[in-house]
């Protein structure tokens, strides 16, 4: 199943292979295809509003945006049964959206609110929500990826059919934990899926300048007896059916798998970024923009299918739009912790007033 | 009341809860096949299988974030380090993901994971095996750490460790594994949190956890044969959370702490202790908190002298006498 970057398809001009016939994708409704442009457009005008937030300064710290490469979470994490879990870096509010928290806990989040998904504590890098199988949202490069490995785990031991899609960057390829979990996975049949979110660069490095390889990222895989693939992003249906065979092969044979998912980001590593213009041109960014942007290119698909037209992707818009301003809003609405908040969910048995969260000191304040 | 050692007293404790609760598994380098480095795991794998019981390969960081991922799931994984030492390459995972995870998702998630074994010098095997550190685990709010010094708190302690949905870090000791002690046949717990006051005294309190409290004993022993003083002896046995009323009861009745401290000075377990106690019990001193911690330098080889970089009952003694 492996190919060479050599045999993969030109970022420019159509995919020659038509993934919209694979399996996965062939028997999609209209609703559900409409429904994936719809996440795409949500991600990104919700992006873009908390864009405006952070430059009003109204958001500490980092600010990691994902405008660019929404077909990779759109793709992959719409195809999450219930036994499947997800779990990524600290660029998270796409996956977060799509595997469906809201709008108004991720930007109240953002805004260090109370109302937040993590109450304000955790802020940007940090959604979690483990109601949906969503784990995080993790600052530390490659630190996740024993995580995910530990979840697969949990479900291999528990004897559930499901899998953890554990993202990370062509950057994070290069911790050494990440091949840890990558000889635990194949040594011990872990059904996770190990998806990199290839956008080019880590920060202001570029691939060649950071990865040794012969011809890509994913296939380091091959050392360690793991099945392998490379995905244009910017294809959605390609996306769906590559991730789907990663994750059958998780669910049929327990066996991981390493996507490298081909994508681009528009924006500087974080908005913080101060020579986010410098590492790379500006026509690079703007052929991007100008050629492969997923979303335009979905929009196109659509309209070729017959299910979309400018009215229609007009209302999907001015809704995503609309839900990002009532989020702006109800983040500012929203209160900010209490000082008291600072010493709460730190340890479980303190929270619940059980026995062992009331014997001896367990803060050190005066 | 059967007398066992510390060893056995832990793999009772295992093998308890490995029988209680199916979420618990036992993962760390040769626990299984080889019965454990140090013999701790001894026969839990023939008697759990390998689901229960499961040998790693030399990845510490990546068999750690796997506990730590399986534990946010519910599971109750205990891993073992084969040294304490090692758990440098892991920290990532531990303080950052372990300790972290539940403050960060505000209280969403939490990571029932024990993470234990040696963590002492003493045995001539040089510095990069030889590192207790204690001080920097607690230093962590969302870690927990205990430093059992007897068999009868090896086994308490590690069982109560196993049920707390926090994550907790076991500190024990490869000197402590043969020790002997009596450990009561039926199920007890230990609570985290809760000092023990392991000798009764009048005249100074020496205060310490872990292989340090039987230095502290053999002192103390020595203290009333030799030169008449009587001295408590308080035993930390869990450090955060720190049961720092067991401490100040002591030393409102003595009015003199000596800490002894198998970490470094700096910033070691014993600094927090003697801040608190100037803090909260300065008018009840007759004299300067004092300290023995292990010589300020990287852990040596050389065995005459890493028994003297240790804290040894000469050393307490002189310290005791020169505030008495
Ligand atoms: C261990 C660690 N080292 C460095 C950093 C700082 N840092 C954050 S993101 C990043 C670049 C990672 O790039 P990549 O893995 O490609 O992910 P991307 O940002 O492109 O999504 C760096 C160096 C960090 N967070 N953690
Ligand atoms: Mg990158």
Redesign the interface.
């Not at chain 1, 937040?116 to 955790?122: R, T, Y």
């Not at chain 2, 796997?66 to 599971?75: Q, S």
């Not at chain 2, 955060?240 to 720092?244: K, N």
């Given at each position: 199943m492996s190919v060479t970057r050599a045999e993969k398809p030109k970022k420019t001009g159509r995919n020659p292979v038509d993934y919209a016939t694979a399996a996965i994708n062939a028997d999609l409704t209209k609703e559900q295809k409409l429904g994936f442009l719809a996440d795409m457009l949500r991600i990104r005008r919700f992006e873009q509003a908390s864009l405006k937030l952070y430059q009003q300064g109204k958001m500490g710290g980092f600010l990691h945006l994902y405008i660019g490469q929404e077909s990779v979470a759109v793709g992959t994490l719409a195809l999450m049964g219930e036994n499947d879990h997800a779990?990524t870096a600290y660029r998270d509010h796409g996956h977060a959206l799509v595997v469906g928290m809201s709008m108004n806990e991720c930007m109240a989040e953002l805004l260090g609110k109370a109302t937040?998904?993590?109450?304000?504590?955790?802020g940007s890098m940090?959604f979690?929500?483990?109601?949906k199988n969503f784990?995080?949202?993790?600052?530390?490069v490659a630190?996740q990826?024993?995580?995910?490995?530990?979840?697969?785990?949990?479900?291999k031991?528990?004897g559930l059919k499901g899998c953890?899609l554990t993202y990370l960057g062509d950057g994070a390829v290069n911790q050494?934990?990440y091949h840890?979990?990558l000889?635990?996975a194949s040594?011990w049949d872990i059904p996770v899926v190990y998806i990199i979110e290839n956008n080019q660069y880590s920060m202001g490095t570029s691939l060649a300048r950071s990865s040794a390889s012969k011809s890509c990222l994913a296939e380091r895989a091959e050392g360690y007896n793991i099945d392998w693939d490379i995905v244009n992003g910017e294809d959605l249906y390609e996306v769906r059916a590559k991730t789907w065979d990663a994750i059958e092969r998780a669910h049929e044979k327990c066996r991981p798998t390493v996507l490298e998912i081909d994508t681009y980001r528009y924006y500087g590593h974080s908005v913080a970024d101060a020579n986010a213009k410098k590492y790379r041109k500006p026509e690079e960014i703007e052929f991007y923009k100008q050629n492969h942007d997923p979303i335009t290119l979905w929009e196109n698909r659509l309209k070729e299918e017959g299910i979309l037209d400018d009215a229609g992707l007009k209302k999907i818009d001015e809704a995503a739009k609309k839900e990002a301003a009532a989020a702006v809003q109800f983040a500012e609405d929203s209160p900010f912790p209490e000082v008291e908040d600072i010493f709460?969910?730190?340890?479980?048995?303190v929270?619940?007033g059980?026995?062992?969260g009331q014997?001896?000191?367990?803060?050190?304040n005066d | 009341m059967p007398v066992i050692t510390y060893r056995q007293a832990l793999n009772d404790a295992l093998a308890e809860e490995l029988e209680r609760d199916e979420n618990v598994?036992v993962m760390g380098e040769e626990v299984a096949e080889y019965n454990g480095a140090y013999k701790i795991t001894d026969g839990l794998w023939k008697r759990f299988g390998g689901?229960r019981v499961i040998d790693?390969?030399i990845?510490e960081?990546?068999?750690?974030?796997?506990?730590?991922?399986?534990?946010?799931?519910?599971?109750r994984p205990v891993m073992e380090l084969m040294f304490w030492s090692f758990a440098y390459v892991a920290y990532?995972?531990i303080i950052?993901?372990a300790g972290c995870?539940?403050?960060?998702?505000?209280?969403?998630?939490?990571c029932?994971l024990v993470i234990r074994g040696p963590a002492n010098g003493g045995t001539n095997v040089g510095a990069t095996h030889s590192h207790t550190p204690e001080n920097f685990l607690a230093n962590t709010?969302?870690l927990?750490v205990v430093s059992p010094a007897t068999p009868y708190d090896a086994k308490g302690l590690m069982k109560?460790a196993i049920r707390?949905?926090?994550p907790v870090c076991v500190m024990e000791n490869t000197l402590l594994y043969g020790d002997q002690g009596e450990v009561p046949e039926g199920e007890y717990l230990i609570?985290?949190?809760?000092a023990d006051v392991k000798r009764e005294g009048t005249d100074v309190s020496l205060i310490a956890h872990g292989r340090a409290v039987l230095t502290a004993l053999a002192a103390a022993h020595r203290l009333h044969e030799e030169f008449n003083i009587s001295a408590e002896v308080v035993d930390l046995r869990?450090i955060?959370?720190?049961?720092?009323e067991t401490v100040l009861a002591s030393v409102r009745k003595t009015h003199r702490a000596v800490l002894v401290d198998e970490n470094k000075p700096f910033c070691g377990v014993s600094a927090?202790i003697a801040s608190?106690i100037q803090e909260r019990a300065f008018d009840d001193l007759d004299a300067p908190v004092q300290r023995v911690c292990s010589l300020d330098a990287p852990a040596i080889y050389s065995p005459p002298l890493e028994a003297l970089q240790l804290p040894t009952a000469d050393r307490i003694i002189q310290k005791v006498l020169a505030i008495s």
């Open positions: 779990i937040g998904c993590s109450k304000g504590k955790g940090h979690f929500a483990p109601d784990w995080g949202g993790h600052g530390i630190g990826t024993p995580l995910g490995l530990g979840i697969a785990y949990a479900l031991y528990q953890c050494g934990v840890e979990s000889n635990l040594l709460s969910d730190i340890y479980y048995e929270d619940m059980t026995e062992s014997t001896g000191r367990h803060f050190f | 598994v689901k790693t390969p990845s960081a990546g068999f750690i974030g796997l506990g730590v991922g399986a534990a946010m799931m519910g599971m990532d995972q950052n993901n995870v539940r403050y960060m998702s505000g209280g969403l998630i939490n029932p709010p969302g927990k109560s707390d949905n926090d609570p985290i949190g809760v869990s955060r959370p720190l049961d720092e927090q608190m």
